[in-house]
């Protein structure tokens, strides 16, 4: 079983996906570590200040990793490879421009970022990319991430039906 753990940056996939690896027997891979550490990007995007991920390198970086086989996928983009289930974690916009900025990112970034939010963006390539019946939908807003976790974990255990479209933050953008 391969799950990917995606959503919009700061609604903390590392941070939940770190707690799943201490407290289970998970194999969890953070996509963004592989980027630096097998340089697979295409360019630095100078404005953003951001490598440009190679998706065709770590797809096929996925394939060959022996252990990639039967884990938990972590990124932002975590959904754009072949995958069994798909955890898309969600944040109030508010709440996540607040934990970017805390984080250190700039008022731009964050609220780009909130925006994307409210507007489902992942969640819509996900279930684009891989169908109702495989998505499933977490909100971070009011879960500490220990909460986060056992929820991560009921979706890889099957223990939790596919959920989309529950999460709303449209009324943000009014
Ligand atoms: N459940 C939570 N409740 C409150 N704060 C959280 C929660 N999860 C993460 N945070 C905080 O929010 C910030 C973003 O978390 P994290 O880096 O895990 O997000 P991310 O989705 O992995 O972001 P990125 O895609 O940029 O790697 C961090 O400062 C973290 O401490």
Same mark, same amino acid.
């Given at each position: 079983?391969?799950?990917a753990v995606t959503g919009t940056p700061g609604t903390g996939k590392t941070t939940a996906t770190e707690r799943l690896r201490e407290e289970t027997d998970l194999e969890v891979i953070h996509l963004n570590e592989? &980027?630096?550490e097998e340089e697979l990007y295409t360019e630095v995007d100078?404005?953003?200040?951001s490598k440009?991920?190679?998706l065709d390198g770590l797809a096929a970086w996925l394939d060959d990793a022996e252990d990639a086989?039967?884990?938990v996928i972590e990124s932002h983009l975590a959904h754009h490879f072949e995958v069994d289930r798909v955890a898309v974690l969600r944040c109030h916009p508010e709440t996540l421009e607040e934990?970017? &900025?805390e984080r250190g990112e700039t008022e731009a970034k964050a609220s780009e970022n909130a925006e994307s939010e409210a507007l489902d963006v992942i969640l819509a390539e996900a279930v684009e990319e891989h169908g109702l019946e495989?998505?499933?939908e977490i909100d971070t807003t009011d879960l500490a991430p220990e909460a986060v976790a056992t929820e991560l974990e009921a979706v890889v255990a099957g223990d939790r039906e596919p959920s989309a479209g529950e999460v709303d933050f449209v009324g943000y953008l009014e």
């Open positions: 079983m391969r799950v592989v &980027l630096e100078a404005d953003r200040e440009i991920a190679d086989e039967d884990a934990r970017l &900025l495989s998505v499933y």
